[in-house]
């Protein structure tokens, strides 16, 4: 049986070179897959969450492994229902959610990394969304970097993508390169499997499953089409020429200087420079030039045109008709804008995006650099919105004030410390991009009150007895800043410092901030691998029934009185995980049932 690392590594290789697959369903029987999947995913929050059924990452094993593949074996694995529920969006709407069974969950993952591997070398440049390495900072910045000079913005927003996909051709495109009937079928089943929602069974007769581990890499695969389309038929009809002609007018300016400079009159010659800067050296309207660019966020897609807005126009209604009558999409009419890119904004992935405007000469940082020229004229600029800035606040805020967090007042001072400091630090971190990031000044205040006031509401205090108790500063790349720390004392190690601020609001061009998921290790937690592997209870040394119990948490181990050993156990290592046997499992169960009544 080949090892994980090497069946990625062969299924890299072809999609590399653009081979077929054929025979992928037998990589479903190797259970090197499976404990791969298992390490990848048992540490997620959903873990220990149940679906339709109460199993979960508690007690797994190799026996529930080798019963996986039993089934697929003899096709007789069937996807279970996921369990619906309904999660709040921004616009008061909600949005659902699927919960699948651990199984389930195991086996989308081992899906997952056999399309991930395959069709990660296929996929485009230009999409960003659910890509190891790539996020939300790698599309911003290929747009800040590359679109120079764009006159119009063309936002595209596909209505309820997700959920829209059609089956039928999501299959179809998989067997364009899967040529594999019982993997298909594999796919087929999960993809219909339906959801229970209040104990009704629903039907899903189009879309992926929201919640779902491949959900991502498949979505990405149907809408290659779309990059493929925008690359291969709308970029080469709507790009042209090398250059934009030169501007009769600048050239006429520079004639005059020529004949003033040969004349002496110096006067003449400075006002005819000062009338220079402020033209462009290239004919903005030359008919012969053409500049049509593209980046895709999962289902939010920005396209950026140089050239007349009849154009523009085409470009979406083409968008429009290639999603409809291909992909069986649609466009959201509220949210599809055609935007003039020095005038206006386009809003892309939160931030807000235009193309900067300045009859200003500038120098380039490099003193041997003596152009004097309007570099910042025609620069794409990323801005924070001020909606952004005002929402966020607005969860600090009472009657229009900072005021305190009742919720979690009752907390030790670095938890709260911590909590405040993490979501400041999200949210900075996230639009450091920005031109001006500056504005973030007013949540930092706001935040900054909200702690301190919850600080003082615990220890019965006031604002600035807390500030001065935890304020510190700090080195950063531009200086010393003050911030804000708790610490926890650990005895001969290191203490556990949280810190809220400190992060100097300067724009960073370089700022990466990849997605979550699935962009983990490749290989990651080996070590849990290798103790279930080992086959020897952690508790009692036997090596009949090994599983693996899981905890959601390690404040789950708090306990009144003397903990039992396997509760310290799990502390002293600081792990959710112990591999145990049967009869040890059972025995955990019991006495943790004893505690909860």
Known sequence: MQSAETVLDVLRERGRRGLPLEQLYRQMFNPQLY?????????????????????????????????????????????????????????????????????????????????????????????????????????????????????????????DCFGSFDHEILVGILAENIHDN??????????????????????TLSGVPQGGIASPVLSNIYLHKLDSFVETVLIPEYTRGRLRARNPAYRKVEQAIVRAKRRGDRAEVRALYRQLHSLPSQDPNDPEYRRLRYCRYADDTLLGFAGPKTEAAQIKQRLAEFLREDLKLELSPEKTLITHARSQRARFLGYEIAVAGSDRRTRRPDASDRRNRRSVNGTVVLHVPADVVKSKASLYLLRGKPARRNRIVNEDDYTIVGKFGAEYRGIVQYYLLAY???????????????????????????????????????????????????????????????????????????????????????????????????????????????EVHHIRRLADLETAGTPPPWAKAMANKRRKTLVVCRECHDQIHAHRATMTQ
């Open 436 to 546: 001006d990031v500056s504005r973030l000044h007013r949540l930092r205040w706001v935040m900054e009150t909200s702690m301190l006031k919850t600080l003082a509401s615990k220890h019965r205090s006031t604002v600035t007895k807390m500030a001065a108790r935890h304020k510190a500063k700090i080195a950063t790349p531009h200086g010393q800043r003050v911030c804000f720390e708790a610490s926890i004392a650990r005895g001969n190690r290191k203490l556990l410092v949280a810190r809220f601020g400190g992060i100097p609001l300067r724009r960073n061009k370089t700022a990466v901030v990849i997605d979550r998921q699935p962009h983990r290790p490749l290989y990651p937690h080996k070590k849990l691998i290798q103790r279930l592997l080992k086959g020897m209870c952690e508790l009692c040394k036997q090596t009949d029934d090994i």
């Open 35 to 159: 404990l791969l999947a298992y390490g990848r995913i048992y540490a997620n929050k959903g873990a220990m969450t149940a679906g339709v059924t109460q199993e979960t990452a508690d007690g797994m094993s190799l026996g529930r492994i080798d019963r996986i593949i039993g089934a697929m074996r003899h096709e007789r694995y069937r996807f279970r229902p996921v369990r619906r529920v309904h999660i709040p969006k921004k616009n008061g709407k909600t949005r659902p959610l699927g919960m699948p069974t651990w199984s389930d969950k195991l086996v989308g993952e081992v899906v997952r990394l056999l399309l991930e591997a395959y069709y990660e070398p296929r996929f485009s440049d230009r999409s960003h969304g659910f890509r190891p390495g790539r996020g939300c900072h790698t599309a911003l910045r290929e747009v800040a970097n590359t679109w120079t000079g764009t006159t119009w913005f063309i936002e595209g927003d596909i209505a």
């Open 182 to 203: 019982r993997f298909l079928r594999l796919l087929r089943n999960m993809l219909t499997a339906g959801y229970l929602e209040d104990w009704q069974w629903g039907e």
